[in-house]
């Protein structure tokens, strides 16, 4: 039962989550490297369903592998089925009422003790399960596992915060007005990518914290940092039930939990196509389900670096650099990597010159020598389809790879940063997403780049990260203003990837999700159903009104 509520709560100061910079010699680096061995040494880990709080081990077992060294198996994670995913529905539906009705600080305050376990005691763990498991070197690894990961937690109680605050401003004589942000009527189906562990966390607590009960399907490429993450949440004192642990084919789990009455909301980011297909099956349902659920996605891009003939040596150079972070920084495989770039005729000759110099700088080997700036890809499908790409930009007579383009995945899914120029303005790696260490390059004429706004935004149907590159005031006006439509988040004269939570919400539109904005209040509504609550004090005296007097 729950504690009532005897006083207003304010939160502690919510600020981002210190980063650490692992330097040789320092105390975060050893711990690190300590955590990294450990990690390799230790036996093949086992990662169970977790329902109600209970640990099932189905028997229906999968490898999540070392994408650095694909002979290694980092865990055996059990597989949920259909009649394993409705035991977590019903448990999950159970669970509910009490969730809901605890007082909104005992909720908060499970999010906000998980946040300083993590940037504590687990912190090192988590970073290297995500490492070993999904291929980051140290500083990816400590922005996603660790510091943004803290961030969503601390960022979203703030935000709840703020949302509940909202109430009517005015009350007519003898009543009083209000407003409660209740749950969804149902639950929500959380389905998250491999990419960022920092994603697999929020995309079930952010739900979570606002009073709904989720089924979490993490991706078979991030179950073990996801599940170490499951964990830290339920010694943070959340409740069995609340957040159901389920890994497994997705077909058949989020087949059989969207088919249910009671599905209420989609949580997923991950690829365009599979997201349009979930929507189109919610779509078909629509007659059996209590309420209309809200879906909620962030999905793909085609993102771009944009030069302006403006630029000086410093602000090419400078450009080059942050192309080189935002195409190559994880392999390319964020979902707002650079992966198409637009440069002046006049500038592209430094441009390029600049690119190659530091290209070159570049190391790639496995995570665990801590010294290279890439690594490898997700797993074999992932490097097959990149692959396929620079073996397209080899026969394409339009297209020349200027450097990388080497692909080995004898030991583990290592592809070298390509860096490709193209004649062709629809190239096939100018229009479609590629998702690992591609970039293309595209020179246009510096007379024409009113028409190269209007060409980056007609090429592809993505709209999430673009970057605009510009000296003078007048011309990053005139640029911000033709890439309105282009890009959910855009950035002058930064890299188009290193969204942080709680200064550049994050999330874009057309194909590339509902920009429901992650890190921000505008996700969370989302996830909440409103009542507005009238009380009167006083009774009338009469149903007539003045107006009914003859």
């Avoid at 990294?36 to 109600?52: R, W």
Wanted: contains cysteine; charged residues 20%.
């Amino acid at each position: 039962m729950a504690t009532p509520t005897l006083a207003h709560f304010k939160l502690p100061q919510i600020d981002n989550e210190p980063m650490l910079n692992y330097a040789p010699g320092s105390a975060e680096r050893v711990k690190l490297e300590a955590a990294v061995n450990e990690m390799t040494a230790q036996d093949t880990q086992e990662v169970p369903i977790v329902i109600n709080g209970e640990k099932i081990y189905s028997g229906k077992v999968a490898d999540q592998l070392n994408p650095s060294n694909h002979k290694s198996v980092i865990a055996k994670y059990h597989e949920a089925d259909a009649a394993l995913t409705q035991k977590a529905i019903d448990g999950a539906l159970a669970a509910k009422a009490a969730w809901e009705a605890l007082p909104f600080n005992d909720r908060v305050a499970v999010f906000l003790k998980a946040a300083d376990l993590l940037s504590s005691k687990y912190r090192y763990k988590m970073m290297a399960a995500t490492m070993l498991g999904q291929g980051k070197n140290i500083w990816q690894a400590e922005i996603d596992a660790a510091a943004e990961l803290c961030d969503f937690l601390r960022f979203n109680c703030k935000y709840a915060e703020e949302i509940y605050s909202q109430q009517p401003p005015k009350n007519a004589p003898g009543t009083w007005n209000r407003t409660e942000f209740r749950g969804l009527e149902g639950f929500v189906l959380a389905i998250s990518p491999f990419n960022f562990t920092a994603i697999g966390g929020n995309l079930p607590a952010a739900p979570a914290l606002m009073g709904n009960v989720v089924l979490w399907k993490p991706s078979p490429s991030a179950v073990y940092s996801n599940y170490l993450f499951y964990e830290i949440l339920v010694e943070a004192g959340l409740p069995a039930g609340v957040i159901q642990f389920v890994p497994g084919p997705a077909e058949e789990i989020c087949g059989h939990a969207i088919a249910s009455p009671d599905f209420a909301s989609l949580h997923f980011t991950g690829s365009t196509h599979v997201f349009r297909k979930l929507w189109q099956q919610i779509g078909n349902n629509i007659n059996s389900y209590k309420s209309y659920p809200r879906i909620v996605g962030e999905t793909g891009g085609k993102n771009y670096h944009l030069l302006h003939p403006s630029l000086d040596d410093a602000g090419v150079r400078h450009a080059a650099l942050q192309t080189i972070r935002g195409a190559f920084e994880y392999q390319g495989q964020k979902c707002s990597a650079c992966s198409r770039v637009y440069v002046p005729a006049s500038l592209f000759g430094q441009f390029k010159k600049e690119l190659l110099e530091q290209h070159a700088k570049i190391t790639q080997g496995p995570v665990t020598e801590f010294q290279h700036f890439s690594g490898p890809v997700i797993n074999k499908f992932a490097f097959d389809k990149i692959k396929g790409f620079i073996d397209h930009a080899v026969t394409d007579d339009n297209c020349e790879i200027i450097a990388g383009g080497k692909c080995d995945d004898s030991t583990g899914y290592f592809i070298e940063p390509t860096v490709i120029v193209t004649k062709d303005k629809l190239a096939k790696t100018m229009v479609e997403e590629i998702f690992g260490p591609v970039v293309t390059i595209y020179v246009y004429d510096d007379a024409d780049f009113e028409d190269t706004c209007k060409l980056i935004g007609d090429t592809t149907e993505y709209g999430l990260t673009g970057a605009f590159f510009a000296k003078d005031r007048d011309s990053i006006v005139k640029g911000s203003n033709l890439l309105r439509n282009t890009a959910g988040n855009f950035y002058i004269n930064d890299k188009c990837t290193g969204a942080v939570v709680g200064q550049q919400p994050f999330g874009g539109g057309r194909a590339s999700g509902t920009n429901d904005k992650a890190g921000s209040w505008s996700l969370l509504v989302r996830f909440i159903s409103t009542r507005t609550i009238k009380e009167s004090f006083v009774p009338i005296e009469d149903f007539v009104y003045p107006s009914n007097a003859t």
